[in-house]
């Protein structure tokens, strides 16, 4: 399922934000010599409600990430009542106490980290009869304040959820740190996918999702410039 509104390619910035957004990931992804359905847009509808994101579900938008469960559960089933299509991504870091959660309502999962979130998925996947994408975060700036696993550590990582977990980890993603040239995040990150042989890389946002096509990504995770600057607590 591709999220890619009709004529892609012809629209330009006079057109809604979410069709700019479009036009550059085929811009970037052409002038990468890439095909530009390889990749996925994941609308980033955090702090919004349905009334932003019905707009963009009209638009042709599927795919939506989420950084929170509580927040995803008090606001998208309703919506998947109403657009059946939709495709859930988690984007944000997971608690163990939510895994049941998470597995229940996300179809994608992209920040399992540690080996207490690896082994809390595999329970609820077998308990729930579910199997939601995965992928790995790794912490490339090597933050503190981050989650992901140390990038010198991914591919055994990787390699214990899938021989001890039994979790099929489908690509990696990465949060460079914001101060920094995303570019060698990128770099590393893909560097690391083909070490542990993952196809997905889910990296790039609104900033510079246009350096991480160029980079090899498969999932762009784009918010603001969709729509627009989220509202800052007092």
């Known amino acids: ?39 996925r847009l994941i609308a980033v509808s955090k702090t919004f409600g349905p009334e932003r994101i019905e707009p963009v579900i009209a638009q042709g938008q599927t795919v939506f990430g989420e950084n929170r469960v509580q927040e995803a559960q008090a606001k998208w089933p309703g919506l998947r009542e109403k657009y059946p299509d939709i495709e859930l991504h988690l984007i944000g870091p997971l608690q163990s106490n939510k895994a049941a959660d998470a597995v229940g309502l996300f179809d994608v999962i992209h920040t399992v980290d540690r080996e207490k979130i690896a082994t809390a998925i595999a329970k609820e996947m077998a308990k729930q009869g579910r199997s939601p994408q995965l992928f790995v975060q790794v912490n490339t700036g090597g933050e503190a304040q981050k989650s992901g696993v140390d990038p010198r550590e991914a591919a055994a990582f990787v390699a214990r959820c899938r021989d001890e977990h039994g979790l099929d980890i489908a690509g990696l993603m990465c949060l460079p740190p914001f101060e920094e040239n995303p570019g060698p995040h990128f770099a590393l990150l893909r560097k690391l996918a083909a070490e542990a042989d993952c196809p997905l890389l889910s990296m790039g946002m609104s900033a510079d999702f246009e350096t991480a096509i160029e980079f090899g990504a498969t999932h762009v995770r784009v918010g603001s410039a969709i729509f627009g600057e989220r509202h800052k607590p007092a």
């Open 1 to 39: 399922m591709q999220s890619r509104p009709p004529n892609a390619d012809q629209m330009t910035k006079s057109d809604t934000p979410y069709a700019a957004v479009m036009a550059r990931i085929s811009q970037a992804a052409r002038a990468a010599a890439r095909d530009p359905q390889e990749v």
